[in-house]
């Protein structure tokens, strides 16, 4: 479900970002919802998270609780399965990423 056969250079990018730390949390949250069956809404979720996590955001449990929290919310509003990769990550970036973080700084590397 993290293989992104888009990314031909990497394609386990995603996947690498998943398994980098707290994998047993992070598989029980994500994947314990069905609509992560859904690979362009797995996808869009780990890319948001990543890119923020590239702009120096830590990722923790709860992004990913969140993330999967207001999707579960939106489908009982919205057929998920119609939103696109690029959907899923405007929709991560807009409102589940307002969750108060910290800034990773080098003491926590």
């Known amino acids: 479900m993290t293989y992104d056969e888009k990314n031909e ?3 386990f990018w995603l996947t690498d970002f998943f398994t980098k730390s707290d994998f047993s ?8 919802s069905n609509f992560t069956s859904n690979r362009d809404i797995t996808l869009g979720i780990l890319e ?3 890119n923020w ?3 120096g955001h830590h990722i ?4 990913f609780i969140q993330a999967t929290k207001h999707l ?3 489908g009982g509003a919205t057929i998920l399965d119609v939103l696109t ?17 910290e800034k990773v700084t080098e003491n926590t590397l």
């Open 25 to 32: 949390a992070r598989c029980t949250v994500f994947f314990s």
């Open 48 to 50: 948001a998270l990543y």
């Open 9 to 11: 250079k990497n394609p």
């Open 53 to 55: 996590s590239e702009k």
């Open 85 to 101: 990769r690029e959907d899923v990550i405007k929709i991560v970036n807009d409102e589940v990423l307002e969750v108060p973080e």
């Open 72 to 74: 579960n919310i939106m």
């Open 60 to 63: 923790k449990r709860e992004h």
